[in-house]
């Protein structure tokens, strides 16, 4: 249809959602900046200036969660030294994507429930600026579970699709299940604060 001699403007074509473009298959320039800075940098930041969560700067040094502290330092470990593969060598990690989607989607979900507990406090937090690392749990989630779609949709080249989920499965059940008994086993004889930054047994 003509109007004054203009023709009539067709619509612009809209793009994918904002939750769309976070599980879509191939990562932004954008993305990959915020997935090394909250999938690997701040976590870590986080656990070394930890003022109370897992740890306090108080001579007993027992944080409000002090005796999940082998459970969440392994699995932190193994899930960034994990992300620092997958954002390294990607699709190159070929059928280990699979392993690699069950790790991140276990430390997503276990991200996600700190960052919802530490959310109060975190408000609160921010009266002092430093609060705002309280938020980082929230935000590491998403890079996890984000990346986790991403490496289990890698892997399907390599693996059937039964095959892989089985693998994927089994790689969460044990990313929670391994550090579980490693916080119970050292929980059960020794406090597990001295444990990882030294000093005397109970």
Do not use: H
Request: charged share 10%; hydrophobic share 55%; net charge positive.
């Amino acid at each position: 249809m003509l109007t004054l001699g203009l023709s009539e403007s067709t619509p612009a074509a809209k793009g994918p959602g904002f939750w769309r473009r976070q599980f879509q298959q191939r990562a932004s320039r954008k993305q990959r900046v915020y997935d090394w800075l909250f999938g690997v940098v701040l976590p870590a930041a986080c656990f070394y200036f930890d003022p109370f969560v897992f740890r306090m700067w108080t001579d007993d040094g027992k944080g409000m969660f002090s005796i999940y502290v082998p459970f969440v330092y392994v699995l932190s470990y193994v899930s960034i030294m994990g992300m620092i593969a997958w954002l390294l060598w990607g699709e190159r990690l070929r059928w280990l994507n699979a392993v690699l989607a069950g790790l991140f989607g276990a430390g997503g979900l276990v991200s996600l429930f700190v960052g919802i507990v530490l959310a109060p406090f975190s408000l609160i937090g921010l009266i002092v600026l430093v609060g705002a690392l309280g938020f980082t749990p929230l935000f590491t989630s998403v890079i996890y579970l984000r990346n986790s779609a991403r490496a289990f949709r890698a892997a399907g080249g390599f693996l059937d699709s039964g095959f892989r989920m089985r693998v994927f499965v089994l790689s969460g059940l044990l990313s929670i299940v391994l550090p579980y008994l490693f916080n119970v086993y050292f929980g059960a004889w020794q406090n597990p604060i001295t444990f990882l930054y030294g000093g005397p047994l109970r």
